[in-house]
């Protein structure tokens, strides 16, 4: 029987929640007022990135004070009808047990501001009546359709952050130890910066990537960069590059949920093995430039406006150039090389520099070819045979440290440098 992770070890009390502290003990306070009758403000906002625990907060604090948590998603309640149904009874009414109840819309981001017109005008009146706590959960607070919420005196707005990385990577060793696993550092650091601030989707990594292992390494984990995407990108990239109609092109990387400029990047990376037509090609990177121009404006003005342009263009504009390019045979998709090299971080590039510096003062050849053609034999030498390491360590004096990232390892890395002392 496998568990979801971020269920297993789901914070069950306050303690157990990383980050937010203020914003938890804001709520707290809230919740507790209504022990003394009802407060101006029925309902409470919460709001921020995904993953940070704001239904856990919410969750945990209902238990705590021994409230009766009444909780739907937004696809429950699409309509006015069924908001009324689900709320509006219960927000009139004890519980059964006699224990007081808090009302919980989560996932308000999926009520869609026109379709469900009533939806809002709904919850607002409910909550205007209403003789229980209401707590309204969404991403963005501030989109059009919750400006009615924005109103200070009936409404208690709480904004939830990302939790500090060091608080995250705490959260994943604990979850570790509960596992039996033995992480690395690094290993646990790497999915932490990968995760940016999403605790849930840091656990779920976690999990992909621990579950039965003993043991957790940095290599383990390195090669997930794009791991999890990249089914979702191959199937939008198919229907981008070989879709019939706009729409298809164009529902697919909409549904996909995939970073529009990382996806760019893959479009651009592999249209050109994809159209074997010339001048469909020529069109088809037409298109993606006025795409990417769309993208400059909007980094420099910042009006979102322009995004379905920029979208319209690199995924409809790339598919309707089509005509009687039929690339023969099965294509694979390539990575693009703008994340590829993004992906390695910053300071192991700086060490691999550095390391690749000192083999061509040496060797005598260019950095990049030291990097490229000589770093991965001294990389076996250095994991095979400790003596031979310490030799090279000292014709290229490498420091500790380069010594430690080329033998991968730091029980190698002190076998070797002890060779040298000697
Ligand atoms: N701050 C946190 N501390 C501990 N675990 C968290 C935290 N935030 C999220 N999680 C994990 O992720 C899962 C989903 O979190 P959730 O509270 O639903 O986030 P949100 O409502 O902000 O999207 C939780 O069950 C828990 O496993
Ligand atoms: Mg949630």
Redo the contacts with the bound molecule.
Sequence with gaps: MHF????????KSLA?????QEAIKTLERWLRSWEGGIPQQRAVF?H??????????I?VLANDLGMELVEKNASDYRTEEKIRRFAGSASQYGGFSGRKRVILL??MDGIHGTVDRGAIPTITKIIKNTRCPIVL?A?DFWNKKFVSFRDKKRYLVIE?KK?RTS?LLS?LKRIVARESVDADEESLKFIVQRSEG???S??NDLQALAQGKMKLTYDDVSWLAYRDRKDVIFTVLRQVLYGKTCREAKQAANNADVNLDMLFEWIYENAPYHFNVPSELVDAMEALAIANLYSGRIRRTRNWKLLRYMFDHMTAGVAMTREKSKPSGWIPFRFPQKIRSLSTSRAERAKKRGIGQKIKRRMHVSVATAQKDVLPYVKVIFENDSQMAAGLTEWFSFGEEEVEYIAGGKRRTKAILKLITK
């Design positions: 979801a992770w971020t269920v297993k070890h789901k914070p157990e929640i990383i980050g937010n919460l921020g990135p995904p993953g940070v625990g704001k239904t856990s907060a969750e989560d996932e959960i991403n939830f939790p608080e959260h999403d605790v849930r840091a656990v």
